[in-house]
């Protein structure tokens, strides 16, 4: 009874209507939850206060309207820069390597998702790989997650039982305690429910890091408790971030990650990571600071790492980075639980990438700066002279965090010294150390912000003469013109933006050259951000594509197209699913000769790989687009090289040979390639006089060819040879395996392993560390082909046998011999998890393909689960425990942060004694009960709460003696972690 009658006291203090018996009514029984307070009540009771302190300080009103109004701003600016016309219709979307990502998702919708699996074999790409294992599955999850629904006639009611229920857990005692459990549910069942098309469905998920990303920069600012206006500029810092471009040369700014660009590119999943790591290190900081929000913060940690791997190390280190700059035991104890638990989350894609990684393709990235001596100064990466200012301007922020004891502005010092020295020191490795860069971009744009604000605040205050009450003309002023200066800078040079605002001309500059000079009003600009050229190009799809050159396709038109845009594409497509479905062909893999002026004419140079989406997997691409994901990528770009006028050559190190249509024809035959499509005149030619190539079918400038003896199960001439010195991984295997690729005479397979009755053989491959420097001696000297050479490889004839019923499915291979116990060669990448039925192995032989030893003369192989997929999906059962857990149990108690002595010093230079309040000397990054705490609708919550150390809170006073900080964005009835 007395704690009742002290809230209803200290309600009545504070000027709200909540009488003892409305606190009688809310006390714990047995019936109800602690702390359950009834919807209608909590959303008086925030309207309340917000009205009141707006009412009694207008200037909390204006601050927050600028906040919001920056947020939506620059959401407004990427929003048009994606073209929204096309961004929002049906067209297919293409461009870099966004165009083949679309294969993803929807694989998962008809062949993983209803096998209850999250990764599996595909037959589509690379003769086969495993899709997921070894690239991010959560993104295209969120495209499945989009697209799927019920039925137009059943949705609304599922939409508003969903809705009936989320109201329910609030609204009623006995499901309080469940709320943020079925909120959650909840909102998954209506995303799930409602049906959106498959193109606009991926659309949006490409962007919806981009458009997230100011707000997400805004809540990490607001959560460490900086003082307007710096979560409003950390709002604004971010459009700095997402459509800077550096560096420049090569343009390697356009495919590093996080950034518009990157994102058009087809790096959208680094993106989304990289905001959901903006969310989660605001939730560890408030968490930190409060013992709170343990399961959010680990499902954020989880997601982001999920959606992209690289991001969620910068995102460990700043964890780190968090403690080591505030440490304490609660604070300890928060991170020992909430870590772990985001681990075990991530563990059912995590393990079998770590536990599998020896069959991860290495591209050979090379390390910035070149070593051919183009920029070779680390500065130009580190230091770019186009974002000097923003440079300064970020170190002034670093001091000010140091002054101001700001948590996060150090972390995020730390995060970009720390970027500077692994991108110096890192050595030549799979990470590529020009992926470190994106956080050090977003790491700068931040600190400028908070520089900027403190600034602005540091003048506001010598205005006021009051360091805890900045003179708000001034800072709202200053702000605004910050962030509009933002705005000006970012959207000024963006070619197609505001174009009845923004005059564009055509300027004639000193040295002769015409370039585009953007301007309004006084502000102009010479520079051209091509960001919309990117979206456009991406979102008006394959269907807005056109012959090039322009009106080369018209009747009478003399001028030869180097691409026939949408309608040759569209027509090459109908023709290779003509030749899958006709019963004299069949369905079957395609090695298309590589034409990047005409493939790209199409949209990207990875149109073709579209091949199995548009004929329902009939027709598989060779070539595909996670190039990592594959041990056969190798393979499949020298046999490129052998069959394309102009190849690729994309992965750095390998022994590409000149064009050669023996050998291409040869390596298709083995890697079980049925159809090659030519476009070159030059390659027709070849493939007109070749004997196991027969023209088939006509489109447009593409030759379609069978291939004879491609089969996908064979016999083999010869018994394979084990060959020992190297291992499986692929830094082991690729050397010799390249160098029997290119072999003129390969009739013996080299294996990995085999039964003791194969002959052995030793391998003596170039030492790693002695590979360049022989590479360049072999250059000197006009040497060409493989720098490895193949050990001898004795001849086991073996007997003749016939192969025959072969059938493919998605995951499955089975097929006749005539006699068992002949090995015989199965032409798809080598993996363990495959598995025989009536035969031995699979072994693993070069290329990358396999050899099973028939014990009856039917065999049958399946892609199935080994115990590292299942305990690896154990361990996320387990996390998912552990995160039930997390949300069900108390906060932590945490020690308060300490007074910084150097901001009090500062604040001391600008106060003025007679205009300054006693009562509030703490600083508003140290006390949660300042007047600016950095936020006008947290302040308004927080501050009388604090004057009288009492809780308005029923549970928190009724359940502990403590008073923890209250959190505006919190229930006022929590005080479990959910």
Same mark, same amino acid.
């Given at each position: $009874?007395?704690?009742?009658?002290?809230? +209803?006291?200290? +309600?009545?203090?504070?000027?709200?209507?909540?009488?003892?018996?409305?606190?009688?009514?809310?006390?714990?029984t047995p019936e109800?939850?602690? !702390? =359950?307070?009834?919807?209608?009540?909590?959303?008086?009771?925030?309207?309340?206060?917000?009205?009141?302190?707006?009412?009694?300080?207008?200037?909390?009103?204006?601050?927050?309207?600028?906040?919001?109004?920056?947020?939506? +701003?620059?959401t407004a600016v990427i929003f048009g820069a994606l073209n929204p016309g096309d961004f929002l219709s049906s067209t297919t979307p293409t461009g870099g390597d966004m165009g083949s990502h679309l294969w993803g998702p929807r694989f998962l919708i008809d062949h993983l998702l209803p096998h209850g699996r999250l990764s599996g074999w595909t037959p589509d790409w690379y003769s086969g790989f495993p899709a997921y294992q070894f690239y991010m599955v959560v993104p295209s999850l969120f495209v499945v997650a989009l697209h799927v629904g019920l039925p137009v006639l059943l949705a609304p009611f599922v939409v508003l039982g969903a809705l009936a229920a989320t109201v329910s857990a609030w609204w009623f005692a006995r499901l309080y305690r469940w709320r943020w459990l079925l909120t959650v549910a909840m909102a998954v069942v209506i995303v799930l429910t409602i049906p959106v098309p498959y193109n606009q469905a991926f659309k949006l998920v490409t962007a919806s890091g981009l458009l997230a990303m100011p707000f997400a920069c805004w809540f990490l600012a607001r959560s460490a408790r900086l003082a307007f206006p710096i979560p409003a500029l950390a709002a604004a810092s971010s459009l700095i971030f997402i459509f800077n471009q550096q560096p420049l040369y090569n343009n390697t700014g356009n495919i590093i990650g996080g950034n518009f660009t990157s994102t058009m590119a087809g790096e959208f999943a680094f993106s989304i990571s990289l905001t959901l790591s903006i969310l989660y290190l605001g939730v560890a900081v408030r968490g930190l600071r409060t013992g709170r929000h343990r399961a959010l913060a680990a499902g954020l940690f989880a997601l982001a790492g999920l959606c992209h791997l690289i991001p969620a190390f910068f995102v460990l280190a700043c964890t780190v980075s968090l403690f080591l700059v505030s440490p304490g035991k609660g604070r300890l104890r928060w991170l020992a639980t909430t870590v772990p638990v985001a681990g075990l989350l991530t563990a059912f894609w995590v393990v079998p990438f770590a536990l599998r990684s020896e069959y991860v393709n290495d591209m050979g990235w090379e390390r910035l700066p070149f070593a051919t001596g183009e920029h070779t100064s680390v500065w130009y990466y580190l230091m770019p002279g186009g974002l000097r200012y923003l440079f300064f301007m970020a170190l002034l922020g670093v001091i000010f965090s140091v002054i101001r004891m700001y948590r996060v502005g150090l972390v995020l010092a730390i995060a970009w010294m720390s970027v500077w020295a692994a991108f110096i020191w890192l050595p030549q490795i799979r990470l590529w150390n020009a992926r470190l860069l994106p956080f050090m971009f977003l790491s700068v744009s931040l600190l400028a912000a908070i520089g900027l604000g403190e600034l602005i605040r540091v003048v506001g205050a010598a205005a006021a003469g009051n360091s805890q009450r900045p003179l708000r003309p001034v800072t709202v002023t200053a702000c605004v013109a910050a962030v509009a200066f933002t705005l000006l800078y970012v959207v000024l040079p963006m070619n197609g933006m505001l174009s009845g605002v923004i005059t564009r001309e055509a300027v004639t500059l000193a040295d002769g050259q015409t370039v585009t000079q953007s301007s309004l009003w006084r502000w102009k600009t010479t520079y051209l951000n091509p960001a919309l050229g990117w979206s456009g190009n991406n979102y008006t799809g394959l269907e807005g594509k056109t012959a090039v050159p322009a009106g080369c396709d018209e009747p009478g038109s003399e001028v030869a197209c180097t691409s026939g845009g949408f309608k040759e594409y569209k027509a090459v497509i109908a023709t290779m699913s003509g030749i899958g479905q006709d019963d004299r062909f069949g369905c079957g893999r395609a090695m298309w000769e590589y034409d990047g002026d005409r493939i790209g004419g199409? !949209?990207?140079? $990875?149109?073709? $790989?579209?091949?199995?989406? =548009?004929?329902?997997?009939?027709?598989?691409?060779?070539?595909?687009?996670?190039?990592?994901?594959?041990?056969?990528v190798?393979?499949? =770009?020298? $046999?490129?090289a052998e069959l394309s006028t102009r190849g690729s050559t994309p992965q750095r190190d390998l022994p590409y040979p000149g064009f050669d249509m023996d050998a291409g024809v040869r390596h298709m035959q083995l890697l079980g390639v049925r159809y090659y499509m030519a476009s070159t005149q030059n390659a027709v030619d070849q493939a007109n006089r070749h004997p196991d190539l027969t023209a088939i079918a006509v489109s447009g400038p593409w030759h379609i060819y069978q291939v004879s003896d491609a089969a996908t199960v064979a016999p083999l001439l010869n018994e394979p040879v084990v060959t020992t010195g190297i291992d499986e991984t692929q830094h082991g295997w690729l050397p010799i395996a390249s160098a029997w690729f290119r072999s003129s005479d390969a009739s013996v397979n080299i294996a990995a392993t085999g039964p003791k009755d194969w002959k052995r053989v030793e391998a003596r491959p170039v030492?790693?560390?002695?590979?360049?420097?022989?590479?360049?001696?072999?250059?000197?000297?006009?040497?060409? !082909?493989? #720098?490895?050479?193949?050990?001898?490889?004795?001849?086991?004839e073996l007997e003749a046998v016939e192969v025959s019923n072969i059938e493919q499915g998605t995951n499955t291979i089975s097929f006749d011999v005539s006699k068992p116990g002949v090995p015989v060669l199965v032409k798809t990448s080598y993996f363990p998890n495959w598995k025989v039925s009536g035969g031995s192995g699979p072994y693993r032989v070069t290329?990358?393909?396999?050899?099973?030893?028939?014990?009856?003369?039917?065999?049958?192989?399946?892609?199935?689960?080994?115990?590292?997929?299942?305990?690896?999906?154990?361990?996320? #059962?387990? !996390?998912?425990?552990?995160?039930v857990m997390l949300a069900r149990r108390p906060?932590?108690?945490v020690a308060p942060e300490k007074q910084p002595w150097l901001s009090m010093m500062l604040d001391s230079l600008v106060d003025i004694p007679a205009v300054v309040d006693p009562t509030t000397t703490e600083h508003p990054s140290q006390s949660s009960g300042s007047v600016d705490s950095g936020d006008p609708l947290a302040d308004t919550a927080t501050d009388k709460v604090e004057e009288s150390d009492v809780a308005l809170e029923p549970d928190v006073a009724l359940e502990s003696d403590v008073v923890q900080e209250p959190d505006v964005e919190s229930d006022l009835g929590a005080r479990s972690d959910d």
């Amino acid at each position: $009874m007395a704690d009742l009658e002290v809230q +209803a006291d200290l +309600a009545s203090d504070q000027g709200t209507d909540v009488t003892e018996t409305e606190l009688r009514e809310q006390e714990p029984t047995p019936e109800t939850t602690a !702390g =359950f307070v009834r919807l209608d009540a909590l959303v008086a009771q925030h309207w309340r206060r917000y009205a009141d302190a707006w009412g009694g300080e207008p200037g909390r009103a204006v601050e927050a309207f600028v906040s919001a109004a920056t947020i939506l +701003a620059c959401t407004a600016v990427i929003f048009g820069a994606l073209n929204p016309g096309d961004f929002l219709s049906s067209t297919t979307p293409t461009g870099g390597d966004m165009g083949s990502h679309l294969w993803g998702p929807r694989f998962l919708i008809d062949h993983l998702l209803p096998h209850g699996r999250l990764s599996g074999w595909t037959p589509d790409w690379y003769s086969g790989f495993p899709a997921y294992q070894f690239y991010m599955v959560v993104p295209s999850l969120f495209v499945v997650a989009l697209h799927v629904g019920l039925p137009v006639l059943l949705a609304p009611f599922v939409v508003l039982g969903a809705l009936a229920a989320t109201v329910s857990a609030w609204w009623f005692a006995r499901l309080y305690r469940w709320r943020w459990l079925l909120t959650v549910a909840m909102a998954v069942v209506i995303v799930l429910t409602i049906p959106v098309p498959y193109n606009q469905a991926f659309k949006l998920v490409t962007a919806s890091g981009l458009l997230a990303m100011p707000f997400a920069c805004w809540f990490l600012a607001r959560s460490a408790r900086l003082a307007f206006p710096i979560p409003a500029l950390a709002a604004a810092s971010s459009l700095i971030f997402i459509f800077n471009q550096q560096p420049l040369y090569n343009n390697t700014g356009n495919i590093i990650g996080g950034n518009f660009t990157s994102t058009m590119a087809g790096e959208f999943a680094f993106s989304i990571s990289l905001t959901l790591s903006i969310l989660y290190l605001g939730v560890a900081v408030r968490g930190l600071r409060t013992g709170r929000h343990r399961a959010l913060a680990a499902g954020l940690f989880a997601l982001a790492g999920l959606c992209h791997l690289i991001p969620a190390f910068f995102v460990l280190a700043c964890t780190v980075s968090l403690f080591l700059v505030s440490p304490g035991k609660g604070r300890l104890r928060w991170l020992a639980t909430t870590v772990p638990v985001a681990g075990l989350l991530t563990a059912f894609w995590v393990v079998p990438f770590a536990l599998r990684s020896e069959y991860v393709n290495d591209m050979g990235w090379e390390r910035l700066p070149f070593a051919t001596g183009e920029h070779t100064s680390v500065w130009y990466y580190l230091m770019p002279g186009g974002l000097r200012y923003l440079f300064f301007m970020a170190l002034l922020g670093v001091i000010f965090s140091v002054i101001r004891m700001y948590r996060v502005g150090l972390v995020l010092a730390i995060a970009w010294m720390s970027v500077w020295a692994a991108f110096i020191w890192l050595p030549q490795i799979r990470l590529w150390n020009a992926r470190l860069l994106p956080f050090m971009f977003l790491s700068v744009s931040l600190l400028a912000a908070i520089g900027l604000g403190e600034l602005i605040r540091v003048v506001g205050a010598a205005a006021a003469g009051n360091s805890q009450r900045p003179l708000r003309p001034v800072t709202v002023t200053a702000c605004v013109a910050a962030v509009a200066f933002t705005l000006l800078y970012v959207v000024l040079p963006m070619n197609g933006m505001l174009s009845g605002v923004i005059t564009r001309e055509a300027v004639t500059l000193a040295d002769g050259q015409t370039v585009t000079q953007s301007s309004l009003w006084r502000w102009k600009t010479t520079y051209l951000n091509p960001a919309l050229g990117w979206s456009g190009n991406n979102y008006t799809g394959l269907e807005g594509k056109t012959a090039v050159p322009a009106g080369c396709d018209e009747p009478g038109s003399e001028v030869a197209c180097t691409s026939g845009g949408f309608k040759e594409y569209k027509a090459v497509i109908a023709t290779m699913s003509g030749i899958g479905q006709d019963d004299r062909f069949g369905c079957g893999r395609a090695m298309w000769e590589y034409d990047g002026d005409r493939i790209g004419g199409y !949209g990207t140079p $990875m149109a073709l $790989m579209m091949l199995p989406y =548009f004929t329902n997997g009939c027709i598989a691409s060779q070539e595909g687009l996670y190039f990592e994901s594959s041990a056969t990528v190798p393979y499949h =770009f020298l $046999m490129q090289a052998e069959l394309s006028t102009r190849g690729s050559t994309p992965q750095r190190d390998l022994p590409y040979p000149g064009f050669d249509m023996d050998a291409g024809v040869r390596h298709m035959q083995l890697l079980g390639v049925r159809y090659y499509m030519a476009s070159t005149q030059n390659a027709v030619d070849q493939a007109n006089r070749h004997p196991d190539l027969t023209a088939i079918a006509v489109s447009g400038p593409w030759h379609i060819y069978q291939v004879s003896d491609a089969a996908t199960v064979a016999p083999l001439l010869n018994e394979p040879v084990v060959t020992t010195g190297i291992d499986e991984t692929q830094h082991g295997w690729l050397p010799i395996a390249s160098a029997w690729f290119r072999s003129s005479d390969a009739s013996v397979n080299i294996a990995a392993t085999g039964p003791k009755d194969w002959k052995r053989v030793e391998a003596r491959p170039v030492p790693a560390h002695d590979r360049n420097i022989v590479k360049w001696v072999r250059d000197q000297l006009g040497a060409t !082909g493989p #720098i490895d050479q193949l050990p001898s490889l004795p001849q086991t004839e073996l007997e003749a046998v016939e192969v025959s019923n072969i059938e493919q499915g998605t995951n499955t291979i089975s097929f006749d011999v005539s006699k068992p116990g002949v090995p015989v060669l199965v032409k798809t990448s080598y993996f363990p998890n495959w598995k025989v039925s009536g035969g031995s192995g699979p072994y693993r032989v070069t290329p990358n393909l396999m050899v099973v030893i028939p014990t009856d003369t039917h065999v049958s192989m399946d892609f199935g689960r080994t115990p590292i997929d299942l305990g690896a999906s154990a361990l996320t #059962i387990l !996390g998912l425990v552990g995160l039930v857990m997390l949300a069900r149990r108390p906060q932590i108690e945490v020690a308060p942060e300490k007074q910084p002595w150097l901001s009090m010093m500062l604040d001391s230079l600008v106060d003025i004694p007679a205009v300054v309040d006693p009562t509030t000397t703490e600083h508003p990054s140290q006390s949660s009960g300042s007047v600016d705490s950095g936020d006008p609708l947290a302040d308004t919550a927080t501050d009388k709460v604090e004057e009288s150390d009492v809780a308005l809170e029923p549970d928190v006073a009724l359940e502990s003696d403590v008073v923890q900080e209250p959190d505006v964005e919190s229930d006022l009835g929590a005080r479990s972690d959910d």
